[in-house]
């Protein structure tokens, strides 16, 4: 089984690009996760006759929003469960709100339920350049977002992708000394991805590439992309218990659209 993650940056303008067909026909993902879809699913104008689409959108039009594609032929032997948003104890408990609004209403998480597994599809909350977002980001979603995975884990493992707004350790970003304590390498946004690891999740990427040089997100400035000055912001982490399930993990450089790029994992 492949499942694969993108932040598209807007679905429609991916699509406009004429990218989005070519990476379908390339890649051929069993499931795709897909974050910042900046739409709902009536104004998707593609047809995609092989799967089955679970759109989260924003309360805010235009903003944020996440989704999981699956293929048709899964759901007619599975037939999955899906879940939007945090559950109510989980909103409750952590208050999502700030002066920006509400992200626990912000179209950011959408959950696949397999007979197998849990598939998640996450969108970080992004901290500003002014670090105004970090009190939300680490005293209430990094928190919610960990007890909601973990809440899931308890009854099958979970896979759980998407653009998580943070590099993880230097050999993450291309500039790791120039960037510390700003937005996407502060203390407090590294200290939640710790928490995750801490927590019995697996980064694939890290199980098969250890050094540096791979990103997902490169900034539209000074030409970052082709002189591959960028960050590794996109993940996808599994419960330990498919650690053997778990054949391949790649960054999907190659597909162009957005200002990320695609990352995948291969499943037994």
Partial sequence: MKIISWNVNGIRAVHK????FLFLEKYNPDILCLQETKAEQSQNEMVLPLYEEYWNSAEKK????????????????????????????????YKLKDKYGNAGKEGRVVTLETEKFYVVSVYT???????????LRFKNWDPAFLEYVKMLEKKKPVIFCGDLNVAHKEEDLARPKENKGKKGFTSEEREGIDKVVDGGFLDTFRIFTKENGHYTWWSHFANAR????????????????LSSKIQKAEILSDVFGSDHCPVMIELK
């Avoid at 992004?126 to 009190?135: E, F």
């Avoid at 082709?226 to 419960?239: E, H, K, L, P, Q």
């Fill in 17 to 20: 690009k004429g990218m989005f």
């Fill in 62 to 93: 235009g903003y944020s929003g996440t989704a999981i594609f699956i293929k048709k032929e899964i759901v007619k032997k599975e037939t999955p469960k899906v879940f939007y948003d945090f559950p109510d104890s989980i909103q409750k408990k």
């Fill in 125 to 135: 909350p992004n901290a500003k350049d002014d670090l105004s977002r970090i009190p």
């Fill in 226 to 241: 082709a002189r591959n000055v960028g960050w590794r912001i996109d993940y996808i982490f599994t419960s330990k218990k």
